[in-house]
């Protein structure tokens, strides 16, 4: 008897346990402004009227519209960045004019990867910032590294880096349309740091540089 309640009481916790892992509707009051969940992962961070939100892993997730609530109670976990740390994919990219990089040349350096596109207005606000980065701390071991998922490649990326008026000094390249679901991005800007192979901070959504750059201090400590 002792050994089945025992049983019975593993059961009820693993059966608990399930429940709090599954993504489940909010059906009480919503407050009347939020930030929704999507628009936030896509940079922006002005508060609305929820259309609805979702419970899952102990947090609220709110929504503008209820579409979005429908596609992540279907499957939450393609909208959640992956835990850190976890290892860095390799990868062997080029750059617009056809110039090699992969991760392992860059091995032995502190690594910035920032996922971007140029139609993405939250990560072109963001790059002159990730100079100013690669301006401060380069000498100390440091690189950005900009990945561009434009699906037009070259195309798209050649004119914007022409016709911006910053000049960047670190590498751009170009996605092969593998890389970015390899290193777990689910939206842009994405930007991970990179130290030994393994990814130990993963921002997504509206960049706040000041909190990169503390990031990337301590990283490079000795």
């Not at 561009?148 to 349309?177: Q, R």
């Not at 030994?196 to 706040?208: A, C, F, R, V």
Request: hydrophobic share 45%; glycine share 6%.
């Amino acid at each position: 008897m002792k050994y089945l309640l025992a049983a019975l009481t593993a059961l009820v916790l693993s059966l608990a346990a399930f429940a709090q892992e599954k993504a489940q509707r909010v059906t009480g009051k919503l407050p009347a402004k939020a930030v929704c969940f999507i628009c936030f992962q896509n940079g922006e961070s002005e508060e609305e009227k929820p259309a609805g939100a979702v419970a899952y892993k102990g947090k609220t997730y709110y929504f503008c519209n209820k579409a979005e609530v429908e596609k992540f109670l279907k499957d939450p976990e393609v909208f959640i960045p992956a835990p850190v740390p976890r290892s860095a994919p390799v990868f062997t990219l080029k750059t617009p004019t056809g110039e090699t990089v992969s991760l392992e040349s860059l091995k032995g350096k502190l690594v910035l990867v920032d996922f971007w596109a140029t139609w993405c207005v939250p990560c072109v606000k963001a790059m002159p910032d990730m100079q100013k980065l690669q301006d401060k701390y380069a000498a100390k071991g440091f690189t950005v590294v900009g990945i561009s998922i434009d699906d037009e490649g070259a195309k798209k990326v050649t004119p914007f880096l022409a016709k911006s008026k910053v000049k960047f000094t670190y590498p751009i390249l170009l996605d092969n349309g593998m890389v970015w679901k390899d290193w777990g991005v689910k939206s842009v800007p994405s930007v991970m740091l990179v130290k030994g192979g393994q990814i130990l901070k993963h921002w997504s959504g509206k960049i706040e540089i000041g909190e990169i750059e503390k990031a990337v201090r301590e990283a490079l400590a000795p």
